[in-house]
């Protein structure tokens, strides 16, 4: 019998983005799409592309995407963001793979990240191996708030074709998330123990390590061949790390 693909992917609020990622997907498999409470048309977009729907309350990053793969009948599973594509190339390469025999059970797929609507291949941003495909019970997403990885238990293959990250297309957008996400991440630091206590360390980790931190990827990492998207976005990768540990000195003072 052969093997079937699931495509699984969560949303909320995802129109602008949920039609390019499903006409990448088109025909490849079962889409599962898990909504936490869209108002737009991404609902309609979805069922409209044939999508298995399933609304449930937002349960953190990790837990979410962990909620669709159970929801997946495949045997093979392809997790995505609604912001990625899959390139004609990956799309061809999955396809004959879920096919085949593949010797592994799980496989990390390479990302490019587009910022401002300019790919990012220096700094650190490429090649980008996300963990994507695996075979049923073969890996799981961490069930973190943000930041969440995908594990596996065993050996890892590697894809060649690509995904296309359309991750900020607009500066307000990617403000916006960094001030979502260094919030997130400041309540992780708590959480772990981990929030600067001292002036030393508040000192280090909120002032000397996002600087340095830009120097290594822009500078040592070649990040300014990118441009002007580039250098914006290493600036603001930066800047959320600095707020990250602001926000987590100010949370761990109040507790």
């Known amino acids: 019998m052969p093997n079937?693909?699931?495509?699984?992917?969560?949303?909320?609020?995802?129109?602008?983005?949920?039609?390019?990622?499903?006409?990448?997907?088109?025909?490849?498999?079962?889409i599962v799409i898990v909504d936490s409470g869209s108002t737009d048309a991404t609902l309609q977009i979805a069922r409209a592309a044939g999508a298995r729907v399933f609304t449930e309350p937002w349960k953190g990053f990790g837990a979410q995407k962990n909620s669709a793969i159970n929801h997946a009948a495949g045997e093979w599973i392809l997790s995505l963001d609604a912001d990625e594509e899959v390139s004609p190339q990956l799309?061809?390469?999955?396809?004959?793979?879920?096919?085949?025999?593949?010797?592994?059970?799980?496989?990390?797929?390479?990302?490019?990240?587009?910022?401002?609507?300019?790919?990012?291949?220096?700094?650190?941003?490429?090649?980008d191996r996300k963990l994507r495909l695996f075979r049923r019970g073969a890996a799981r997403f961490q069930e973190r708030p943000v930041h969440e990885t995908m594990q596996s238990d065993g050996p890892v293959g590697q894809l060649h074709g690509h995904l296309i990250h359309h991750c900020?297309?607009?500066?307000?957008?990617?403000?916006d998330h960094i001030n979502r996400y260094s919030t997130l991440g400041a309540e992780m630091l708590v959480t772990s123990g981990r929030a600067p206590r001292s002036l030393p360390s508040f000192f280090w980790n909120a002032l000397v390590n996002p600087a340095a931190t830009f120097v290594y990827n822009y500078v040592c990492r070649l990040g300014f061949l990118d441009g002007r998207a580039g250098l914006l976005q290493h600036l603001n990768h930066s800047?959320?790390?600095?707020w990250k540990f602001?926000?987590?000195?100010r949370l761990g003072r109040r507790a």
């Open 239 to 242: 800047a959320y790390i600095h």
């Open 4 to 30: 079937t693909l699931s495509i699984v992917i969560i949303t909320l609020n995802e129109a602008a983005n949920l039609p390019r990622t499903l006409a990448g997907v088109q025909g490849m498999g079962e």
């Open 91 to 127: 799309a061809r390469e999955i396809e004959a793979l879920v096919a085949g025999q593949p010797p592994y059970a799980a496989y990390r797929i390479p990302r490019l990240n587009y910022f401002l609507g300019r790919p990012l291949k220096h700094g650190g941003y490429w090649p």
């Open 246 to 249: 602001v926000k987590a000195w």
């Open 168 to 175: 900020y297309p607009t500066l307000e957008e990617y403000i």
